[in-house]
């Protein structure tokens, strides 16, 4: 057996993500550091300094004590898990724990549909909010980011990587590129980069933004992005805040489901709106967008192109339709057989 080298839990944390910067993409990284952080707070909390000193039991004890505080769903907890479990193994290369001990870390099985979200905004309040940010928020931040992310089905990620330049007025189409290099990298990296056409109210929208809304400002990298406030290239966090603000059903009809008034409700502050229950963050708008597609009768690949998700993954995250609304769909098709 190998001596151990000792090393300070917060400093393991620093060289795993330093050295995951190598081959992951950087949404990755700053999801393992996101849920590695309650991690190492943990076992701080337990006074351990050296992370040679972690044990399998330790692990254990870890898991119970965030299950029982945080009321983790099952997927969440195979998510968590299974991120430490790759941290522990990582650290066994550079001898900082006893070897195999990631063997002893224990993630829970899955049954299936417990890893599929069906949370999505349904078409019906997606008009509705979009309805309602073009007559009292016509071509603010808010409205366009919204608008051009159910119309074009794209990640958060994406939308905010757009630059001016990458929007073409005359031909009415987007450019999503891949630039890790000037901090706007894509999921799939490079093979996100694709052309996305947008409907003529899209572009009549984008070309009011840019002649008269949007900010003339640059990013740190001197790029022109399309989506921008005054500080420069909005935020991944940003346009999470637009998505639970004005998916709120309160915005527009002025009336909570929850019988809550919304003059009062702290939901409807600045810094409180993910927590009302009744709205959602940007993923849902996308998931939601891609069911209203496939409830329209467009191609599940034409989709797929246009998303940039496979077409198996279309089937297994993203397709909210019921089994009897795609044999109705197929029957209009087929006619009946």
């Not at 190598?22 to 952080?37: E, H, P």
């Not at 979009?130 to 016509?138: D, F, I, P, S």
């Amino acid at each position: 057996m190998s001596e151990l080298d000792p090393i300070d839990p917060s400093r393991a944390l620093k060289l795993f993500l330093a050295d995951r910067k190598g081959n992951q993409s950087a949404a990755t990284i700053q999801s393992d550091r996101s849920r590695l952080s309650f991690f190492i707070e943990w076992l701080e909390d337990q006074g351990v300094d050296n992370l040679n000193d972690l044990t399998g039991r330790m692990v254990k004890e870890y898991q119970l004590d965030r299950r029982e505080k945080t009321n983790w769903k099952p997927v969440t907890e195979k998510t968590q898990m299974d991120t430490v479990r790759v941290f522990v193994r990582w650290a066994e290369g550079i001898e900082a724990v006893e070897a195999n001990l990631s063997d002893r870390v224990q993630s829970p099985d899955l049954d299936a549909g417990d890893n599929i979200s069906n949370q999505e905004l349904n078409s019906s309040k997606a008009t509705q909010m979009l309805r309602y940010l073009e007559k009292y928020h016509y071509c603010t931040i808010h409205h366009v980011t919204l608008a051009v992310m159910w119309h074009t089905m794209c990640r958060r990620g994406a939308i905010r990587s757009l630059d001016v330049d990458d929007y073409d007025p005359r031909e009415e189409h987007l450019h999503f590129v891949h630039r890790p290099e000037t901090g706007t990298p894509l999921k799939n990296k490079d093979k996100s980069e694709r052309y996305v056409a947008v409907s003529e109210s899209i572009a009549e929208l984008l070309n009011d933004w840019i002649a008269n809304k949007r900010p003339d400002v640059t990013d740190e990298y001197g790029r022109e992005p399309l989506l921008a406030t005054k500080q420069g290239r909005i935020h991944p966090s940003t346009v999470m805040g637009y998505a639970y603000k004005y998916t709120q059903p309160c915005r527009p009809t002025g009336e909570c489901p929850l019988g809550r008034d919304p003059e009062t409700c702290e939901s409807t502050h600045h810094d409180e709106v993910s927590t009302c229950p009744e709205s959602v963050s940007s993923h849902p708008i996308r998931r939601g967008s891609i069911t209203h597609w496939l409830r329209s009768d467009v191609p599940p690949r034409i989709i797929s192109d246009r998303a940039d998700v496979s077409e198996r993954v279309i089937d297994m995250h993203y397709d909210e339709r019921t089994a009897l609304e795609q044999m109705e769909q197929r029957r209009r098709f087929l006619g009946n057989i």
